[in-house]
């Protein structure tokens, strides 16, 4: 296999990888939604699900960071090639710095861990639930 097409791989596992996380923190978010309680004025989450709840909503906010970090530093690195350009026709061969990346990595690799803890916690708190 080519080289290329690892890093196709690597982007098409990423990318799905991102994708199921957002599900699983969403529909997470819902079943929280389900075990919430109902008091007389307003729902509100008993304390166990308080920490799965912060894992699952920050783990959100990370994944629209990780999409914002990457689009502005591929949009930074490519503008500023293309503006050292001198014919706009040209699509010549680039490499980038590897410390170029390296925040897109931490912040995939962030992400999932902390969406892997909210399911985690909240699979916890279930099961408790379930078998008590």
């Known amino acids: ?11 098409l596992f990423t990318g799905k990888a991102s994708d199921v996380a957002r599900a699983a923190a969403l529909g997470g978010i819902g079943l929280l939604w389900v075990f919430r309680v109902q008091s007389e004025s307003t729902p509100f989450l008993p304390k166990p699900l308080l920490l799965p709840a912060a894992f699952l909503i920050l783990g959100l906010g990370l994944d629209l960071l990780h ?3 990457a689009a502005l530093t591929w949009w930074g690195f490519y503008s500023y090639k293309e503006r050292r350009l001198r014919d706009s026709n040209q699509d010549p061969e680039l490499t980038h710095p ?7 990595e931490v912040l995939f690799v962030l992400k999932l861990i902390v969406i892997i803890c909210g399911l985690t916690s909240l699979a916890v708190f279930a099961w408790g639930t379930l078998f008590r």
């Open 1 to 11: 296999m080519r080289l290329s097409e690892y890093r196709k791989d690597y982007h």
């Open 98 to 104: 590897p410390a170029l990346k390296r925040p897109i």
């Open 67 to 69: 999409y914002v970090v």
